[in-house]
């Protein structure tokens, strides 16, 4: 029992801090406080470090000797590897999951949606979070377990990106747009058209992100 309640607070730490991590509460240029933070959270510096650990292997902190831990910035660098991997995979694993999708899950992806932008109009925090979980709804049906678990970790990586581009005005509507299309070609069951909608929506994505983000020497 022991062992479990463990690992439970482990799991907690780890989804705690990673949400002040993509909701851009912590800055990326000063070491992370891990005194403070492990007082604020309640728990000891050790399941913290554990779960620091965790987020730098998730590609979220980068650590240095004698300084701690740091958020990783946004790089142009970072977003190119990030959604090329995105275009690969992310097409086709929504494409079969379209196919696949049970009734259930298919009334999640509509609710998941509805819920995306609620938020998304009402500018609230969370908007990345709930942009993720409406793309893993469209993904996890299709039954490619080990493609899904690739993906899950490529979008936690995209959400920080996610914000930074809904930033202009008129983004946000537009991604509505886009998000409502998606939906409606993948309860159509139209594969081909699905896959090549979410190639469009990635790549548009990535073009306006090159844009924003500073260029790289």
């Known amino acids: 029992m022991s062992s479990l309640i463990v690992r439970n607070l482990s799991d907690q730490l780890v989804e705690l801090v990673r949400d002040r991590i993509l909701s851009g509460q912590v800055p990326a240029d000063k070491a992370i406080r891990q005194d403070a933070l492990a007082a604020e959270l309640g728990v000891s510096k050790i399941p913290l470090r554990e779960a620091l650990a965790r987020l730098e292997q998730e590609g979220l902190l980068r650590s240095q000797a004698n300084r701690g831990f740091f ?12 959604y090329a991997l995105r275009l690969k995979l992310e097409p086709d694993a929504v494409a079969q999951a379209s196919v696949h999708a049970s ?15 609620r938020v998304t ?12 979980a409406f793309h893993l709804a469209l993904i996890r049906p299709s039954g490619l377990t080990v493609t899904t678990n690739f993906l899950e970790r490529l979008h936690i990586l995209s959400d920080r990106y996610v914000r930074k581009h809904l930033e202009p005005l008129g983004r946000d509507e537009r991604a509505n747009e886009e998000h409502a299309k998606l939906l409606e070609t993948w309860l159509s069951r139209d594969s081909g058209a699905v896959a090549e909608l ?9 073009e306006d992100l090159r844009k924003q983000l500073p260029a790289e020497a």
Request: no cysteine; hydrophobic share 40%; charged share 30%.
């Open 71 to 82: 958020v990783r910035p946004l790089s142009t660098a970072e977003a190119e590897e990030v």
């Open 121 to 132: 109009d009402a500018h609230g925090s969370g908007v990345g979070a709930f942009n993720r």
């Open 198 to 206: 979410m190639r469009q929506h990635i790549s548009e994505t990535l």
């Open 103 to 117: 009734e259930a899950e298919r009334r999640f992806a509509v609710e998941t949606l509805e819920t995306l932008d």
